[in-house]
């Protein structure tokens, strides 16, 4: 019993605090991608090696209290979910080299019917 609710604190932890290495300046260089919440706001952070690993921060994000939020890499960038009980949404974001930001390129919203 107590083996198995160590496990489950555990994978608690890890599934909220994904973080994604990629390289998203091209410029061979891992860059990191996390999530950061504290007790009112979550942030997409990202450090890229192009800019000293500075710690960059969104804008607080407005569906932080989701039940499955994480992210995932995609052939430009990376994909920000959160899903919900019965639907959820996405969010697309790609590295632009002439502004040196990170830019919302897609988002998508899907829904499973009325409950």
């Not at 990191?32 to 942030?43: G, S």
């Not at 921060?57 to 959160?82: M, N, R």
Request: positive net charge; charged residues 30%; hydrophobic residues 30%.
């Amino acid at each position: 019993m107590k083996k198995s609710l160590i496990l489950l604190i555990t994978l608690t932890l890890a599934w909220s605090n994904q973080e994604l290495t990629i390289d998203l300046d091209n410029d061979g260089t891992k860059d990191k991608v996390y999530r950061e919440c504290n007790d009112t706001h979550c942030y997409i952070v990202y450090s890229l090696s192009s800019r000293g690993k500075e710690k960059l921060k969104s804008s607080p994000l407005e569906y932080y209290d989701s039940q499955i939020a994480f992210l995932k890499k995609t052939k430009s960038g990376f994909k920000y979910s959160l899903g919900f009980m019965r639907g959820g949404m996405s969010f697309q974001f790609r590295f632009e080299k002439k502004t040196h930001k990170m830019r919302l390129i897609g988002m998508e919203h899907y829904e499973f019917g009325n409950a």
